[in-house]
């Protein structure tokens, strides 16, 4: 029997704001991919067009990626005064999907 009051309830609603969290940034990783897709280059095309949308995609693009670079930020600054090393984890994950998304993203300029 444990003399430490469990507080259940903070712990489950911990676990859905980290949920809310990652849902949203699977959602913009989505989104950033099919915005900046717009301005990759076809490959068949390698050579032959000097220039691609890329201003124009990066005008719908960039603004989502701030968007969630600051909210992951703030995410990520509230879990500084946490000590669950699980939810720093999932931050770490979420961070290391959104690199992922933006090296391909580069890869097709």
Do not use: C
Not at 59 to 85: E, K, T
Request: aromatic fraction near 10%.
């Amino acid at each position: 029997m444990s003399i430490t009051p469990v507080n259940h309830s903070a712990n489950n609603a911990l676990k859905s704001l980290d949920t809310a969290f990652i849902a949203a940034n699977a959602v913009g990783i989505v989104l950033y991919l099919v915005l900046a897709s717009r301005g990759w280059r076809i490959p068949e095309e390698h050579g032959m067009v000097p220039v691609t949308g890329e201003p124009f995609v990066w005008a719908f693009a960039l603004p989502v990626l701030g968007v969630f670079i600051l909210v992951d930020l703030v995410w990520g600054g509230l879990l500084l005064r946490d000590s669950q090393p699980k939810r720093k984890l999932r931050w770490l994950g979420t961070a290391a999907i959104w690199l992922l998304a933006i090296a391909i993203d580069f890869s097709h300029h």
